[in-house]
């Protein structure tokens, strides 16, 4: 699963950069409007909208424009209606990506998406095509220079992680999606050092290794559909070096 985190921590630095700042703030508005409107606007007993809400507080969204999102999603400011699905996306080198959408507009969405495809050598697979490749986990991810190893993998057993690994300069702790909130708030409680990053995501159960222009074109057609306003995330099964994640994000 190394692909899958070297790319979570690209990202992670992607989103904290003022450059991508206002594009990740337009996904996470939609997240929590979205999640606003399914489940309701309490935070306590909505937990979607509790996560999009964390999400929105670690890239340093103000209260204000969470709670005017929150209203837009229970019809307080207005009707705000957002379509989601995916697109199942096979890539260079015969990497496999999983492609959330949530538009306004799937017709203009789908033009979008076609043409990133066309120019960066990706082919839509039909349904189930892609999916199945991955499985739904909480992840928390620490630093490995700043974390004591020992010390987080006796509080994540004694707390029921599915897994904890050690990949190059992480430490990370797998969970039951159903268990994800507990066992961070209890590692925060544990007074550990702040994770990289923590979300329940979708995670690669096979990975396929990339090189030399395989590996650059991958890349490429990643971070231009994740730079699409309407592309809420995107999953792929590809390890590549973090160099080349760098260079074209």
Do not use: C
């Not at 697109?87 to 969405?109: C, H, K, Q, S, W």
């Not at 550990?192 to 590996?215: F, H, K, M, Y």
């Amino acid at each position: 699963m190394s692909g899958h985190n070297r790319w979570s921590k690209i990202k992670h630095k992607k989103e904290a950069s003022d450059s991508k700042k206002s594009k990740v703030w337009t996904k996470v508005i939609k997240e929590i409007t979205v999640s606003a409107r399914i489940g309701g606007g309490d935070i306590s007993g909505n937990p979607r909208l509790r996560t999009a809400v964390d999400k929105a507080r670690s890239v340093n969204m103000t209260n204000d424009v969470i709670e005017r999102s929150i209203k837009k999603g229970t019809g307080d400011l207005g009707d705000v209606t957002y379509e989601e699905f995916a697109y199942e996306v096979f890539g260079p080198g015969g990497t496999a990506m999983l492609v959330e959408i949530m538009t306004d507009n799937r017709n203009r969405t789908a033009g979008e998406i076609r043409n990133v495809l066309q120019r960066y050598n990706g082919n839509l697979g039909a349904s189930g095509s892609v999916s199945y490749m991955f499985k739904k986990q909480g992840v928390i991810m620490f630093d490995k220079t700043e974390v004591d190893e020992n010390a987080l993998t006796d509080q994540a057993i004694e707390l029921g992680a599915d897994d904890i690994k050690t990949e190059g300069d992480v430490v990370i702790v797998y969970t039951e999606p159903k268990e994800f909130e507990r066992i961070r708030d209890a590692l925060k409680q544990a007074k550990l050092p702040a994770p990289v990053s923590a979300e329940v995501t979708l995670v690669p159960q096979t990975i396929v290794r990339l090189t030399g222009n395989d590996a650059e074109k991958a890349a490429k057609l990643v971070s231009m559909l994740e730079d699409n306003d309407d592309v809420q995330n995107v999953y792929s099964n590809m390890d590549v070096d973090e160099s080349v994640m760098e260079s074209v994000g």
